[in-house]
């Protein structure tokens, strides 16, 4: 017996919508990312089935179908399988470490970060002139994890909801700048206050003394900018001496 109307209908929607999404990975500068293959369900169920080097570039495949038209969910089934040696990677990073010479460190870094240690791609990162690679770098970086990564990265995001949701990532991954960053772009007063009150407990002089005033006890906000006039924070030594 065959296929109804309806049923011929949603298999060649599941079918356009796949190909739509293949050709998104087609302009991918990645070859394994190219290579990935796409099913869709007749429930808009978007499935990513193959195998790439590098957490990045799995990722990557999932951002170039994110909000594609008849796709209602992504299952990333993509595999990630490392085309490099780990620990000749680590060693060009431990090598680059020795270097004086800012050139020489530059180059090992680099050949590091490309062999795929992924500390050394965070360093390379911030060693790079070129806005571009300075970026990229970051980016590959903090897709793996890297923690101090994703708060650089953070840093350099034209976009302020994508520097808040990679300044959130670094922050709960316990990155102290972070979480006085993410502070900052709280526009909840309750969060801010949150994680300002854990940056402070930290022991971070800024986010004490911006902590103090949030206080309404008149105790706990001059215990806090004693607590960061201490550490020599001119604010709070002046905010001590107004109370005077």
């Given at each position: 017996m065959g296929a109804s109307g309806d049923e011929k209908d949603s298999l060649f929607i599941s079918e356009d919508v796949a190909a739509k999404a293949k050709e998104r990975l087609q302009m991918a500068p990645y070859p394994p990312v190219r290579n990935i293959s796409c099913?869709?369900?007749?429930?808009?169920?978007?499935?990513?089935?193959?195998?790439?080097?590098t957490f990045f570039q799995k990722q990557l495949a999932q951002e170039a179908v994110f909000n594609l038209e008849g796709v209602t969910r992504v299952v990333n089934e993509i595999k990630v399988a490392g085309?490099?040696?780990?620990?000749?990677?680590?060693a060009m990073y431990r090598y680059a470490l020795q270097f004086s010479n800012p050139e020489?460190?530059?180059?090992?870094?680099k050949k590091a970060?490309?062999?795929?240690?992924?500390?050394?791609?965070?360093?390379?990162?911030?060693?790079c002139e070129d806005h571009d690679e300075r970026k990229h770098w970051l980016r590959e970086a903090a897709y793996e994890g890297h923690v101090p990564?994703?708060?650089?990265?953070?840093?350099?995001?034209?976009?302020?909801?994508e520097r808040k949701r990679w300044l959130k990532q670094a922050a709960d991954a316990g990155n102290i700048e972070a979480m006085y960053a993410y502070a900052q772009e709280c526009e909840d007063p309750a969060e801010a206050e949150y994680w300002l009150r854990k940056t402070a407990c930290e022991g971070?002089?800024?986010?004490?003394?911006?902590?103090?005033?949030?206080?309404?006890?008149?105790?706990?906000?001059?215990?806090?900018?004693?607590?960061?006039?201490?550490?020599?924070?001119?604010?709070?030594?002046?905010?001590l001496d107004a109370l005077e």
């Open positions: 099913e869709c369900d007749e429930a808009g169920v978007l499935f990513l089935r193959g195998k790439v080097p085309s490099h040696k780990s620990g000749d990677a680590a020489e460190k530059r180059r090992w870094l970060a490309v062999a795929g240690c992924i500390p050394a791609m965070c360093d390379y990162g911030l060693e990564a994703i708060y650089c990265y953070a840093l350099e995001c034209d976009s302020s909801a971070h002089a800024q986010a004490m003394y911006h902590y103090a005033m949030y206080c309404n006890d008149p105790v706990d906000r001059r215990r806090w900018l004693i607590r960061a006039a201490s550490q020599g924070w001119e604010a709070a030594i002046e905010a």
